[in-house]
């Protein structure tokens, strides 16, 4: 089935710094979504992405499907910003009907 | 709308005990999903639905049990429960499947379970 890396899996950050996430993944998508799961353990959506690029607020992502990456960008980091980003995708072939999730990237903003 | 509701928030059930995880949507999506998720990893589907009256299998379906009988409720069944069933539980929606934004998958609060 389709993998699904992310890095790095651990990243402490002074507040005001920007970041970038990276999710590999090893076979055609029809489903990218990055979510933040905040220190309540709350699944918050962050971006609906299989391709192209999107923005909102301080986040943006772009997903270059063809090379089978998205990436996550977090401007001007807030200590409200803390917390894990899952990648997960949902593969083309087939029935599938279930997103695969990354192992996630562990956030820490300190003021 | 409320999106996507579960209920209880929180729960601790002895080895043996039966339980019913609840979950509701309001969007009027016609697929539904329960997965779980155990400390440090991400989210393994139990099982799924892609409308009334039809359910199926995911990565980790043993022990569990659905049913959807209606488009707005799909509640997980959890028989004789097992300390291996410790994990939050998370229910999500979409309005379908495939490409077009028509599978983007919205999520409820979860249901931390611990089973002693």
């Known amino acids: 089935g389709i993998q699904v890396e992310q890095s790095p899996p651990d990243l402490i950050l002074q507040e005001g710094a920007n970041s970038t996430l990276r999710c590999n993944f090893s076979?055609?998508?029809?489903?990218l979504q990055w979510f933040h799961q905040n220190p309540w353990g709350q699944l918050i959506n962050l971006f609906y992405i299989p391709s192209g690029t999107k923005q909102n607020g301080r986040l943006s992502a772009t997903t270059v499907a063809t090379e089978r990456y998205s990436l996550l960008y977090i401007s001007s980091s807030q200590t409200t910003d803390s917390g894990v980003y899952f990648c997960a995708v949902e593969g083309d072939a087939g029935n599938n009907r279930k997103l695969i999730w990354g192992l996630g990237t562990s956030l820490a903003v300190n003021p | 709308n409320a999106g996507v509701t579960q209920t209880p928030k929180f729960r601790i059930l002895k080895i043996g005990q039966s339980m019913t995880l609840q979950c509701a949507q309001d969007?009027?999506?016609?697929?539904m999903y329960w997965y779980r998720q155990d400390p440090g990893m991400g989210l393994k589907l139990i099982y799924y639905s892609v409308g009334a009256g039809i359910t199926d299998k995911g990565e980790v379906p043993n022990g569990y049990n659905v049913s959807r009988s209606t488009t707005e409720d799909f509640p997980l069944r959890l028989e004789l429960a097992a300390p291996s069933q410790t994990s939050v539980y998370f229910c999500?929606?979409?309005?379908?499947?495939?490409?077009?934004?028509?599978?983007?998958?919205?999520f409820g609060p979860g249901t931390r379970l611990t089973v002693l």
């Open positions: 076979d055609s998508v029809n489903n």
């Open positions: 969007m009027n999506h016609n697929y």
């Open positions: 999500a929606s979409s309005y379908g499947g495939g490409a077009g934004g028509y599978n983007e998958q919205f």
